[in-house]
Protein backbone atom coordinates (compact mmCIF):
# COMPACT_ATOMS: atom_id res chain seq x y z
CA UNK A 1 0.00 0.00 0.00
CA UNK A 2 1.75 2.96 -0.99
CA UNK A 3 -0.95 5.70 -0.96
CA UNK A 4 -1.20 7.29 2.59
CA UNK A 5 -5.39 7.58 3.68
CA UNK A 6 -6.75 9.61 6.37
CA UNK A 7 -9.19 8.87 8.91
CA UNK A 8 -12.43 11.00 8.37
CA UNK A 9 -15.85 10.71 9.23
CA UNK A 10 -17.66 8.01 11.33
CA UNK A 11 -19.95 6.39 9.04
CA UNK A 12 -21.14 3.55 10.91
CA UNK A 13 -21.06 1.94 14.47
CA UNK A 14 -21.89 -1.88 15.24
CA UNK A 15 -21.86 -3.96 18.31
CA UNK A 16 -17.86 -4.30 17.94
CA UNK A 17 -16.82 -1.78 15.39
CA UNK A 18 -16.63 1.46 13.88
CA UNK A 19 -16.44 2.36 9.93
CA UNK A 20 -14.51 5.43 8.98
CA UNK A 21 -14.72 7.52 5.37
CA UNK A 22 -10.96 7.99 4.79
CA UNK A 23 -9.25 10.53 1.87
CA UNK A 24 -10.11 7.77 -0.26
CA UNK A 25 -14.11 7.51 -1.10
CA UNK A 26 -13.26 3.94 -2.07
CA UNK A 27 -11.66 2.81 1.16
CA UNK A 28 -12.99 3.10 4.77
CA UNK A 29 -11.25 2.43 7.85
CA UNK A 30 -12.94 -0.70 9.88
CA UNK A 31 -11.80 0.07 13.35
CA UNK A 32 -12.07 -2.77 16.29
CA UNK A 33 -12.89 -1.75 19.69
CA UNK A 34 -12.46 -4.32 23.17
CA UNK A 35 -16.49 -4.07 23.22
CA UNK A 36 -18.31 -7.70 23.18
CA UNK A 37 -22.04 -7.98 23.29
CA UNK A 38 -23.67 -11.39 23.01
CA UNK A 39 -26.95 -12.51 22.91
CA UNK A 40 -28.23 -9.26 20.04
CA UNK A 41 -26.81 -6.91 22.82
CA UNK A 42 -28.56 -8.07 25.65
CA UNK A 43 -25.12 -8.98 27.84
CA UNK A 44 -22.65 -6.48 27.16
CA UNK A 45 -18.76 -5.86 28.17
CA UNK A 46 -15.28 -5.33 27.43
CA UNK A 47 -12.33 -7.38 26.92
CA UNK A 48 -8.84 -6.15 27.04
CA UNK A 49 -6.87 -6.06 23.65
CA UNK A 50 -10.19 -7.79 22.11
CA UNK A 51 -9.80 -5.07 19.16
CA UNK A 52 -6.41 -5.64 18.23
CA UNK A 53 -6.50 -9.42 18.49
CA UNK A 54 -9.37 -9.41 16.09
CA UNK A 55 -7.93 -7.32 13.62
CA UNK A 56 -4.49 -8.75 14.12
CA UNK A 57 -6.45 -12.21 13.54
CA UNK A 58 -8.87 -11.24 10.51
CA UNK A 59 -5.84 -9.00 8.43
CA UNK A 60 -4.21 -12.36 8.81
CA UNK A 61 -6.45 -14.38 7.47
CA UNK A 62 -7.98 -12.47 4.80
CA UNK A 63 -4.53 -11.80 3.40
CA UNK A 64 -3.85 -15.55 3.17
CA UNK A 65 -7.37 -16.45 2.11
CA UNK A 66 -5.90 -13.52 -0.85
CA UNK A 67 -3.09 -15.26 -1.59
CA UNK A 68 -5.66 -18.10 -2.04
CA UNK A 69 -7.26 -16.41 -4.75
CA UNK A 70 -10.40 -15.90 -2.66
CA UNK A 71 -11.26 -11.67 -2.82
CA UNK A 72 -12.16 -10.06 -0.11
CA UNK A 73 -12.25 -6.18 1.09
CA UNK A 74 -8.82 -6.09 2.91
CA UNK A 75 -7.01 -3.57 2.11
CA UNK A 76 -4.10 -3.26 5.06
CA UNK A 77 -3.57 -3.05 8.60
CA UNK A 78 -2.48 0.96 9.12
CA UNK A 79 -2.14 0.56 12.63
CA UNK A 80 -3.00 -2.14 15.32
CA UNK A 81 -7.12 -1.65 15.66
CA UNK A 82 -7.44 -0.20 12.39
CA UNK A 83 -8.39 -2.23 9.00
CA UNK A 84 -8.06 -0.39 5.95
CA UNK A 85 -11.07 -1.98 3.38
CA UNK A 86 -12.56 -1.57 0.28
CA UNK A 87 -15.98 -0.08 0.33
CA UNK A 88 -18.21 -2.59 0.12
CA UNK A 89 -22.29 -2.97 -0.01
CA UNK A 90 -23.20 -5.20 2.89
CA UNK A 91 -25.48 -7.99 1.68
CA UNK A 92 -28.08 -8.15 4.56
CA UNK A 93 -27.02 -12.04 5.10
CA UNK A 94 -25.16 -13.64 7.91
CA UNK A 95 -24.06 -17.34 5.84
CA UNK A 96 -22.99 -19.42 9.12
CA UNK A 97 -21.19 -22.70 8.24
CA UNK A 98 -21.21 -25.39 10.54
CA UNK A 99 -18.51 -28.55 10.60
CA UNK A 100 -19.78 -29.64 14.46
CA UNK A 101 -23.01 -29.74 16.38
CA UNK A 102 -22.84 -26.49 18.57
CA UNK A 103 -24.93 -23.20 19.58
CA UNK A 104 -28.13 -23.05 17.99
CA UNK A 105 -28.04 -26.17 16.03
CA UNK A 106 -27.47 -28.13 18.75
CA UNK A 107 -30.86 -26.45 20.69
CA UNK A 108 -32.25 -26.63 16.85
CA UNK A 109 -31.74 -30.62 15.78
CA UNK A 110 -31.77 -31.44 20.02
CA UNK A 111 -28.35 -33.02 19.14
CA UNK A 112 -25.08 -32.68 22.08
CA UNK A 113 -22.66 -30.08 21.26
CA UNK A 114 -20.02 -31.94 20.12
CA UNK A 115 -21.73 -34.33 17.77
CA UNK A 116 -20.19 -34.80 14.10
CA UNK A 117 -21.80 -33.72 11.24
CA UNK A 118 -21.41 -35.78 7.96
CA UNK A 119 -21.30 -32.78 5.60
CA UNK A 120 -21.15 -28.95 6.50
CA UNK A 121 -23.77 -27.68 7.01
CA UNK A 122 -24.67 -23.95 5.72
CA UNK A 123 -27.22 -21.41 7.25
CA UNK A 124 -28.44 -18.14 6.31
CA UNK A 125 -30.00 -16.08 8.62
CA UNK A 126 -31.49 -12.06 8.13
CA UNK A 127 -28.64 -9.44 9.37
CA UNK A 128 -31.50 -7.35 11.55
CA UNK A 129 -30.86 -6.80 15.10
CA UNK A 130 -34.61 -5.70 16.06
CA UNK A 131 -35.88 -8.99 14.76
CA UNK A 132 -32.61 -10.97 16.49
CA UNK A 133 -30.97 -11.66 12.94
CA UNK A 134 -33.84 -14.81 12.50
CA UNK A 135 -32.83 -17.39 9.88
CA UNK A 136 -34.20 -17.45 6.37
CA UNK A 137 -33.14 -19.26 3.26
CA UNK A 138 -32.23 -18.70 -0.25
CA UNK A 139 -36.34 -18.50 -1.01
CA UNK A 140 -36.49 -15.52 1.35
CA UNK A 141 -33.36 -13.89 0.02
CA UNK A 142 -35.09 -14.02 -3.19
CA UNK A 143 -38.13 -12.98 -2.41
CA UNK A 144 -37.52 -9.97 -0.46
CA UNK A 145 -34.32 -8.72 -2.57
CA UNK A 146 -31.66 -9.30 -0.38
CA UNK A 147 -29.53 -10.26 -3.07
CA UNK A 148 -29.71 -11.73 -6.25
CA UNK A 149 -29.54 -15.15 -7.37
CA UNK A 150 -26.42 -14.53 -9.11
CA UNK A 151 -24.95 -12.98 -6.05
CA UNK A 152 -25.98 -15.68 -4.03
CA UNK A 153 -24.35 -18.68 -6.12
CA UNK A 154 -21.55 -16.71 -5.64
CA UNK A 155 -21.50 -16.45 -2.02
CA UNK A 156 -22.63 -20.29 -1.85
CA UNK A 157 -19.87 -21.30 -3.93
CA UNK A 158 -17.45 -19.71 -2.03
CA UNK A 159 -18.47 -19.75 1.32
CA UNK A 160 -18.56 -23.89 0.92
CA UNK A 161 -14.88 -22.95 -0.15
CA UNK A 162 -13.40 -20.68 2.12
CA UNK A 163 -14.58 -23.41 4.71
CA UNK A 164 -12.48 -25.88 3.27
CA UNK A 165 -9.32 -24.07 3.63
CA UNK A 166 -10.31 -22.48 6.63
CA UNK A 167 -10.86 -25.83 8.50
CA UNK A 168 -7.53 -27.24 7.10
CA UNK A 169 -5.68 -24.16 8.07
CA UNK A 170 -7.36 -24.23 11.97
CA UNK A 171 -6.43 -28.00 12.06
CA UNK A 172 -2.73 -27.14 11.41
CA UNK A 173 -3.25 -25.24 14.51
CA UNK A 174 -4.78 -27.99 16.83
CA UNK A 175 -7.97 -26.22 16.43
CA UNK A 176 -11.39 -27.35 15.47
CA UNK A 177 -12.90 -24.76 13.57
CA UNK A 178 -16.59 -25.67 14.66
CA UNK A 179 -18.88 -23.08 13.55
CA UNK A 180 -18.70 -19.56 12.45
CA UNK A 181 -20.47 -16.71 10.38
CA UNK A 182 -19.00 -14.91 7.20
CA UNK A 183 -20.64 -11.32 5.60
CA UNK A 184 -19.94 -10.89 2.28
CA UNK A 185 -20.53 -7.38 0.42
CA UNK A 186 -21.04 -5.48 -3.04
CA UNK A 187 -18.29 -3.85 -4.66
CA UNK A 188 -17.39 -2.12 -7.97
CA UNK A 189 -15.46 -5.36 -8.43
CA UNK A 190 -18.14 -7.67 -7.68
CA UNK A 191 -19.07 -10.17 -4.85
CA UNK A 192 -16.19 -9.49 -1.58
CA UNK A 193 -15.56 -11.56 1.59
CA UNK A 194 -16.24 -8.87 4.40
CA UNK A 195 -16.56 -8.08 7.89
CA UNK A 196 -13.82 -9.88 9.89
CA UNK A 197 -13.00 -13.58 11.10
CA UNK A 198 -12.22 -13.81 14.68
CA UNK A 199 -13.05 -15.84 17.58
CA UNK A 200 -15.71 -13.01 17.80
CA UNK A 201 -18.03 -14.81 14.83
CA UNK A 202 -16.21 -17.99 15.48
CA UNK A 203 -16.07 -21.28 17.68
CA UNK A 204 -12.85 -22.78 17.97
CA UNK A 205 -11.85 -25.52 20.00
CA UNK A 206 -8.49 -26.54 20.89
CA UNK A 207 -8.44 -30.45 19.56
CA UNK A 208 -5.95 -31.29 22.79
CA UNK A 209 -8.07 -29.78 25.78
CA UNK A 210 -11.38 -28.90 24.28
CA UNK A 211 -10.88 -25.82 25.91
CA UNK A 212 -13.37 -22.87 24.20
CA UNK A 213 -10.88 -20.80 22.23
CA UNK A 214 -13.72 -17.88 21.69
CA UNK A 215 -16.53 -15.89 22.42
CA UNK A 216 -18.49 -18.60 23.90
CA UNK A 217 -16.42 -17.80 26.88
CA UNK A 218 -17.44 -14.35 27.48
CA UNK A 219 -21.50 -15.99 26.47
CA UNK A 220 -21.28 -18.20 28.86
CA UNK A 221 -18.99 -16.74 31.35
CA UNK A 222 -15.81 -18.90 31.10
CA UNK A 223 -12.87 -16.58 32.28
CA UNK A 224 -9.78 -16.04 30.88
CA UNK A 225 -11.11 -13.99 28.15
CA UNK A 226 -8.24 -11.42 27.33
CA UNK A 227 -5.70 -15.02 27.55
CA UNK A 228 -7.65 -16.73 24.81
CA UNK A 229 -8.06 -14.11 22.54
CA UNK A 230 -4.08 -13.55 22.69
CA UNK A 231 -3.13 -17.18 22.04
CA UNK A 232 -5.28 -17.43 19.56
CA UNK A 233 -3.94 -14.32 17.63
CA UNK A 234 -0.13 -15.92 18.31
CA UNK A 235 -1.23 -19.61 17.07
CA UNK A 236 -2.92 -17.90 14.24
CA UNK A 237 -0.05 -15.47 13.03
CA UNK A 238 2.42 -18.05 14.22
CA UNK A 239 1.15 -19.74 10.33
CA UNK A 240 1.68 -17.81 7.01
P1 LIG B 1 -25.28 -19.87 16.65
O1 LIG B 1 -24.95 -21.26 17.15
O2 LIG B 1 -25.60 -18.90 17.74
O3 LIG B 1 -26.37 -19.91 15.60
O4 LIG B 1 -23.99 -19.29 15.94
C1 LIG B 1 -23.26 -20.03 15.00
C2 LIG B 1 -21.91 -19.38 14.76
O5 LIG B 1 -22.04 -18.20 14.00
C3 LIG B 1 -21.16 -19.00 16.02
O6 LIG B 1 -19.78 -19.25 15.82
C4 LIG B 1 -21.41 -17.52 16.17
C5 LIG B 1 -21.60 -17.07 14.75
N1 LIG B 1 -22.61 -16.01 14.58
C6 LIG B 1 -22.24 -14.70 14.79
O7 LIG B 1 -21.08 -14.41 15.11
N2 LIG B 1 -23.18 -13.72 14.64
C7 LIG B 1 -24.47 -13.99 14.26
O8 LIG B 1 -25.27 -13.05 14.14
C8 LIG B 1 -24.84 -15.36 14.03
C9 LIG B 1 -26.25 -15.71 13.63
C10 LIG B 1 -23.88 -16.33 14.22
Redesign the pocket.
Known amino acids: MTETVTRGEQVHEGKAKILYATSNPDLLIQYFTDNASAFNGLKKGTIGNKGACNNAISSHIFALLEKEGFRTHFVDRPSETEMLVKKVEIIPV?V?L?NVV?????KRMGLDEGAPIKQTVL?Y?Y?DDDLG?PMINRSHISAFDLASVENMDIIEEQAYRINDWLVSFFDRLGITL????LEFGISPEGVLLADEISP????LWDKKTGEKM??DRFRRDLGRLEEVYTEMRDRILSIS
Open positions: EVRAGSLSEYKDVDYKDGCRDK
